[in-house]
């Protein structure tokens, strides 16, 4: 468990997999490469098939199509308990009628090892996620927090090749879950083993994973490390689900940096590749309320239609005459202007805040392999 | 008087008839049976000694918990099988198996026990067929001794059986058990590391329902038994309607009330029998 990071971690490789209940696809011929040592994140919202590709690899679901590979050997047809996986389940799946050590010591204890070899790294385990002190307790005297680390410790107590969290935080509290993300993500990189985790919070994709496979009805949609998804979303679905979005459609011409989209009589400046029929995202918190006289790339006049108090910024729907309704996040603090409904704004983004995204396409699987 | 004084005073007028009904046709005759046991025929424990002394009365008492552990354990070994089956059964399949478990709760135990008797009699149909195909050569002794009664009194205990542990069964999260699967435990393994710990509670529930059921069978040994094997029961009715002792009868149902509260005392220390018995929570 203490080992060296990097030759602990195992390499998982899904080729072509794919689940079907009668008609129903709820996985399609998904392809996926999880480096050894690499924290990936199965995102999407539910009904996705982020949770059946997490338990084809765990080996509770029987794929009906592809093969799943573990450094190079063929494990599709292993049942769960001889693949060698520590998975922690949703809501926890702790034994209630055990206490906390006894629970850590389950995957010792089925494999057969021998007492004191057994406490010593029950005692290992529960260090390594600082509820030594617990040991003696039961699951139901534990908070929320405790419960989802103990699973931890029990999931990694074996050595395991994977780990494997199916919505290791979602029973927990915002400011909780916070608290457990960074730990987590420390864990991760103490013990430097392969993490696949199954979410549909995008907040928590993107502070965890090394990388996101985003998926939506049953499809990979796109893999990449979190900022590649948030800058260059493939899709449409990809920038509406990680982050927010506007999007602008229109006409797209290839120019000297990327595209010239028309739309009316009004052209906005983008990245990326497209010809003919386009699609835009740009990104609330990219546009700017200019001053008078300023430039930018791009700039739209509009009246604010709605607004809100975020905290930490303002949330604007801005109407705008040639791009039709914009939502723009403003810094409060340097928000040129108090906001309020009617005011006539000019709206400056640059180039690289649009970038061309294609529709959603039900079979679509770009970039499915890293 | 408060408000609230006067408001808790309407809910015990509202239980009132219902205890007063309990009180004169339940709990006084138990008191005039108890006070039987020490009066008849003569003032003291007389009919108590014969616990000790009398060996027909200790031969009854020894039949009767030896019937009813015998057939406590084969209706719960019969009964966690059919439950377990029924709580990993899908949803609708579990409605047709609830039913094939209750149906025969809705027959009575007089028509079941003669179906009993003419199926093991020796012109039955399980001495005839066993004959007819050469399995035996004399029918065998199948009913009118102690098997005919367990045979009768599993066959009715069984539902009694399987209720309390299906409950129980189905309290157990399903994700628990593919938690053993996930972390190296065999189905095997499984099976007697999470789901039998998890699912005793409601085998020690059925196993105190069953036992305190059979100390107290009638019907079924009576017509089962032929009158050869006596349980505690038959030997009371026998005692007190028969031989006019009362005195004899009245002791031994005092016993019999006096082994099922302590049943009851040992187990309630060992289980929650407050919700096994569906008292919600």
């Known amino acids: ?370 | 008087m408060s408000p609230r004084g006067r408001g808790a005073l309407g809910w015990w007028g509202l239980i009132l008839p219902a205890f007063l009904l309990l009180t004169a046709f339940y709990l006084a005759p138990i008191i005039q049976v108890l006070a039987i046991s020490v009066t008849e025929p003569r003032p003291g424990f007389g009919n108590y000694e014969r616990l000790f002394t009398s060996e027909s009365v200790q031969r009854v008492v020894f039949t009767t918990l030896r019937i009813g552990a015998v057939t406590t354990v084969i209706a719960l070994l019969l009964g966690y099988v059919l439950a377990y089956r029924i709580a990993m059964a899908g949803p609708k399949a579990q409605r047709w198996w609830l039913l094939a478990v209750l149906v025969p709760l809705w027959i009575s135990v007089l028509v079941r026990a003669f179906a009993w008797v003419t199926l093991l009699r020796r012109q039955g149909l399980v001495n005839e067929g066993l004959l007819a195909i050469g399995a035996i050569d004399e029918p065998l002794p199948l009913v009118w001794n102690e098997f005919g009664i367990i045979v009768g009194m599993v066959h009715y205990m069984v539902p009694y059986a399987v209720l309390p542990m299906l409950s129980a069964m189905r309290e157990i999260d399903p994700r628990v058990l593919a938690a053993a699967r996930g972390l190296g435990a065999s189905r095997g393994a499984a099976f007697l590391r999470v789901f039998l710990p998890l699912s005793m509670p409601g085998v020690i529930a059925a196993a105190v329902l069953v036992f305190i059921f059979s100390l107290g069978f009638y019907i079924t040994p009576a017509l089962l038994g032929g009158g050869k094997t006596l349980m505690a029961a038959e030997w009371i009715k026998l005692q007190i309607l028969d031989l006019i002792r009362w005195g004899l009868g009245a002791m031994m149902a005092t016993v019999l009330v006096v082994a099922i509260l302590a049943t009851l005392a040992v187990f309630s220390r060992l289980v929650n029998l407050r919700r096994l018995f569906g008292a919600g929570g």
């Not at chain 1, 996705?48 to 997490?54: P, V």
């Not at chain 1, 835009?280 to 009246?303: C, F, M, Q």
């Open chain 1, 1 to 370: 468990m203490s080992a060296p990071a990097a030759t602990t971690g195992h390499a998982l490789s899904l080729q072509g997999i794919g689940k079907r209940y009668g008609e129903f696809v709820a996985v399609r011929d998904a392809s996926l490469e999880v480096a050894s040592g690499e924290f990936l994140t199965l995102l999407g919202p539910s009904g996705s098939g982020k949770t059946t590709i997490l338990m084809m690899v765990a080996g509770f679901v029987e794929p009906s199509a592809g093969r799943i590979l573990l450094d190079g050997r063929d494990i599709t047809a292993l049942p769960p308990e001889r693949r060698e996986f520590g998975m922690v389940f949703q809501g926890y799946a702790l034994f209630p009628h055990m206490t906390v050590a006894e629970n850590v010591a389950f995957p010792l204890r089925v494999r057969g090892l021998g007492r004191s070899k057994r406490d010593a790294k029950v005692r290992a385990a529960l260090d390594l996620v600082q509820l030594g002190t617990f040991a003696d307790r039961k699951p139901s005297q534990l908070s929320g927090g405790q419960q989802q680390r103990v699973a931890l410790a029990r999931a990694l107590v074996f050595d395991p090749a994977l780990l494997l969290l199916d919505e290791p935080l979602s029973a927990l509290d915002k400011k909780l879950r916070a608290e457990l993300q960074e730990e987590l993500k420390a864990l991760h990189r103490r013990v430097g083993r392969t993490f696949i985790n199954v979410t549909h919070d995008q907040e928590e994709a993107l502070s965890l994973s090394d990388r996101i496979a985003i998926l939506n009805h049953g499809n990979l949609v796109q893999v990449g490390s979190p900022e590649a998804l948030y800058e260059r979303p493939a899709t449409r679905f990809v920038a509406d689900f990680l982050g927010k979005s506007n999007f602008i459609e229109g006409n797209a011409e290839p120019d000297a940096a990327g595209i010239t989209l028309r739309r009316g009589a009004a052209r906005v400046l983008a990245r990326g590749e497209a010809r003919g029929r386009a699609l835009l995202s740009l990104r609330p918190e990219k546009i700017a309320l200019l001053p008078d006289g300023a430039g930018e790339d791009n700039v739209v006049e509009g009246r604010i239609f709605a607004w809100s108090y975020l905290g930490t910024g303002y949330g604007l729907v801005v109407e705008t005459p040639d791009l039709g309704p914009i939502r723009v996040h403003l810094p409060a603090w340097r928000a040129a202007v108090a906001p309020a409904e009617g005011l006539p704004v000019r709206l400056g983004f640059s180039r690289d805040a649009a970038v061309a995204v294609a529709e959603d396409r039900p079979a679509a699987i770009p970039g499915g392999a890293a």
